[in-house]
Nanobody, 119 residues
Framework: VQLVESGGGLVQPGGSLRLSCAAS????????MRWYRQAPGEERELVAA????????SYSASVKDRFTISRDNDKNTVYLQMNSLKPDDTGVYSC?????????????WGQGTQVTVSS
């Protein structure tokens, strides 16, 4: 399994970014996908999730109505469109997929992409 995030950067408050996560090594269209973020000194936070069809999504309260998660199963890619960015959105954003083996749940992570919201 390989997950490769891209699209992070420095943006001013109120700006937008679109993150991408390219997946390989598994049947992407069969798995729910998630975006997490981790701010300095804080625990990792789930910000958005999407089911394997793309028909159902969920968001944390802190990003609801500003962020949109989507996926393209033909391109094996999940996206996170982030609008109206705030300084509190700063952090490392990572995509995630998990599966269940006989030994238990296994999580896979990308390397993450840094998002910095600052004037």
């Amino acid at each position: 399994v390989q997950l490769v995030e891209s699209g992070g950067g420095l943006v001013q408050p109120g700006g937008s970014l679109r993150l991408s996560c390219a997946a390989s090594g598994f049947t992407f269209s069969s798995y729910h996908m998630r975006w997490y973020r981790q701010a300095p000194g804080e625990e990792r936070e789930l910000v958005a999730a999407i089911d394997f069809t793309g028909g159902a999504t969920s968001y944390s309260a802190s990003v609801k109505d500003r962020f949109t998660i989507s996926r393209d199963n033909d391109k094996n890619t999940v996206y996170l469109q982030m609008n109206s960015l705030k300084p509190d959105d700063t952090g490392v954003y990572s995509c995630n997929v998990h599966t269940y083996l006989p030994t238990g749940k296994v999580d896979y992570w990308g390397q993450g992409t840094q998002v910095t919201v600052s004037s």
